[in-house]
């Protein structure tokens, strides 16, 4: 099984507080990892470290192990944070489509790559779309506002938006967070389907959730890596028993 | 015990009187100040409006709006006839009727023509002064606000900048002065006299001589443009915070760069905000006195702000007529009188209907703009 990410005794830590402790664990290619946990276990703030995207926090910084992604330590102070972005893809939990079309906010990374032609732009915007089960719901008005769209439907453009860039890894940080329940099983239908081109990474706070589409699971408390497995081991036979306690729900 | 028959008010409710007072006295306090308003405006409308509209077609005085400014000549001639001249007028008449004498001949400075000097020097102050004060406080204040580290160093430079907003108009037109019309470098062959310092160049004979923009449209755009920069700059760095972050990650997440984000996903946003707040600063540039009394502004001028020019450089080296500088002249420089009315509540009338437009021009464009955008 390969790997997609790669993270070894990684720490964490925010104006000096620390965050994460000695988080280590292998994301395979083209699975759906869930890290579960309660609040602020530091699984957000772990997911955030794999796209960087942790960077524009002031005073955060990973201060000790390292996340490789494919082999490459994404660190290193000349990685391309522009390309990994591109190649790591994220869905925010609360769905923040710009105040665009829902053809521009699919387009928007495409025309920062430059590209120009209206041919190209349309395929690429058509097939983000269709995999991201929303052509056919959007695809007579593509040029009215987003945010004439449902919060279910604005999640799904926020997905078909990190997919228009080809990425290789797909991650959530609880993207159904803010959803009702129908919309939520559409997205967990639409990971399901997503998995089969995509690595995919996700947070979540609904075990229920973790069960259903995911194949392995991290949990975590208090910045710690508890236990990692696959998703029945975890939710059926956990070893710890702290794993124990916050599936079966007697804590957390 | 709960008593339900308590529920219900026997008498008046606790505190009727008293609401009922306060309730009145603000009510009062604030028909009084839309009394003050309503009185201000009245006057000048019922007292500007017919300078520049007619009864007749075309029903706008276009003269008041584009002749020049010039001295009033009142007299009476052999007939009895009162004629009121501006001074071209009146030397063409004197020209034509040759040999017959003219009575009770008094002259009212700046009275007379139509205020079109003024008009296009306010205009060119406001329109000069914008740029320059959109350009750099909007610069200062995406530093500030997407790139500075919140340290508190930057909450510092904040409060100074938040401070230059308390600073009297005044000061700043002194500072205009000593700084812009007297210290700043130009690239000159001829250097002045009173250069405060000159750098050759080893270009032909060329200097840079620090010997200041005399006293011009440019000084007076930049003099202004300083006073405004702390409204501006404030005002552009809330509107640019009140952009959602939730955008700024999305972009950055795409794979944009910092100012890729910005370009697109912050500033175009916070557009509408910051165009409401340089709708105020319009105004106050527009209608300042103090800032270009020293820097640019002359009570009378020859030509019309366009006429005489070599080069579009003269514009901005040449001194100009403003409204609020001229409505100043006309109110504290020139005994009052019947005959100098017409100028002065037309031109002030003139300049509350500028202001007025421009107002108007900026709101329309915020919603515009802003009917685009909802989050």
Same mark, same amino acid.
């Given at each position: ?140 008005? *593509? ?5 004439? *769209? ?17 990425? &290789? ?66 939710? &059926? ?16 | ?11 008046? +409710? ?19 100040? @839309? ?49 009121? #001249?501006?001074?071209?007028? $009146? ?10 004498? %003219?009575? =009770?001949?008094?002259? $009212?400075?700046?009275?007379? !023509? ?48 938040? =401070? ?5 108009? %005044? ?14 470098? @130009? ?13 050759? #160049?080893?270009? =032909? ?11 011009? #449209? ?27 972050? !939730? ?19 912050? #500033?175009?946003?916070?557009? +509408?905000?910051? /165009? ?32 005489? /020019? ?39 009338? @003139?300049?509350? @209907? %500028? ?21």
């Amino acid at each position: 099984m390969d790997t997609a990410i790669e993270i070894q005794n990684l720490t964490f830590a925010y104006s000096g507080k620390q965050v994460l402790h000695d988080v280590t664990l292998d994301i395979p290619v083209r699975q759906v990892t869930a890290f579960i946990g309660p609040s602020g276990c530091g699984k957000s703030t772990l997911l955030r470290c794999f796209n960087r995207i942790n960077d524009r926090i002031p005073n955060a910084k990973v201060t000790g192990g390292s996340i490789y992604v494919h082999g490459i330590d994404i660190n290193r102070s000349d990685i391309d944070l522009q390309e990994l972005r591109r190649r790591i893809g994220m869905v925010f939990q609360k769905y923040n489509p710009f105040p665009k079309s829902i053809y521009e906010n699919v387009a928007f990374s495409l025309r920062l790559a430059g590209l120009t032609k209206r041919t190209q732009l349309n395929e690429i915007v058509e097939n983000a779309l269709q995999s991201a089960a929303l052509w056919d719901e959007v695809k007579d008005r *593509l040029h009215s506002s987003a945010f004439g *769209l449902s919060g279910g439907q604005q999640q799904r453009l926020c997905i078909a938006r990190a997919i228009a860039n080809q990425p &290789e890894i797909l991650l959530m940080d609880e993207p159904c967070a803010a959803l009702d329940p129908l919309a939520t099983l559409k997205i967990e239908e639409l990971i399901y389907e997503l998995k089969k081109q995509y690595t995919i990474v996700i947070v979540t706070h609904n075990m229920a959730q973790a069960t259903r589409c995911s194949d392995r699971t991290a949990f975590m408390y208090l910045g710690k890596l508890i236990e990692y497995g696959p998703t029945m081991q975890i939710f &059926e036979t956990p070893k710890e028993a702290q794993t124990e306690a916050y599936v079966t729900g007697t804590f957390g | 015990m709960f008593d339900p028959e308590k529920l219900i008010l026997k008498g008046l +409710p606790k505190g009727h009187f008293k609401d009922c007072v306060v309730r009145s006295l603000m009510a009062g306090l604030t028909y009084a100040i @839309v009394l003050i308003a309503a009185l201000l405006f009245g006057k000048i409308i019922v007292d500007g409006a017919p300078v520049l509209f007619k009864a007749q077609a075309p029903f706008v005085d276009f003269e008041f709006l584009t002749a020049k400014n010039e001295t009033l000549h009142v007299f009476d001639d052999a007939q009895g006839t009162r004629h009121q #001249l501006p001074a071209s007028a $009146y030397s063409d008449y004197i020209k034509k009727h040759e040999g017959t004498p %003219i009575f =009770n001949e008094t002259t $009212y400075s700046y009275s007379g !023509g139509g205020i079109a000097g003024p008009i296009v020097g306010t205009i060119l102050l406001t329109v000069g002064s914008m740029i320059l004060a959109l350009f750099f406080g909007v610069c200062a204040a995406i530093y500030l606000s997407e790139y500075a580290k919140q340290s508190p160093f930057i909450h510092t430079v904040r409060l100074a900048i938040l =401070n230059l907003a308390g600073i009297p108009s %005044i000061v700043f037109g002194l500072f205009g002065f000593s700084v812009f019309v007297l210290a700043v470098p @130009v690239i000159t062959a001829t250097p002045s006299d009173r250069s405060l310092l000159c750098i050759p #160049l080893f270009i =032909n004979d060329y200097v840079m001589s620090f010997q200041g923009w005399n006293s011009s #449209l440019m000084a007076g755009c930049a003099t202004l443009a300083c006073m405004i920069l702390p409204v501006i700059i404030t005002a552009s760095e809330e509107s640019l915070r009140a952009v959602p972050q !939730g955008f700024r990650d999305a972009s950055l997440a795409l794979g944009a760069t910092r100012w890729q984000t910005i370009r697109k996903c912050v #500033l175009p946003f916070s557009l +509408p905000g910051i /165009l409401t707040s340089s709708l105020l600063a319009i105004t106050r540039v527009a209608g300042e006195t103090a800032p270009i009394m020293f820097t640019a502004a002359v009570a009378a001028k020859d030509d019309l702000p366009w006429q005489g /020019l070599k080069s579009p450089f003269d514009l901005l080296s040449s001194q100009v007529q403003a409204l609020p500088y001229h409505i100043y002249t006309l109110a504290a420089r020139i005994p009052s009188s019947e005959y100098t009315e017409r100028a002065q509540y037309g031109s002030v009338f @003139v300049f509350l @209907v %500028i202001v007025a437009f421009l107002s108007l021009g900026s709101m329309i464009l915020r919603i515009k703009l802003r009917s685009k955008l909802k989050w």
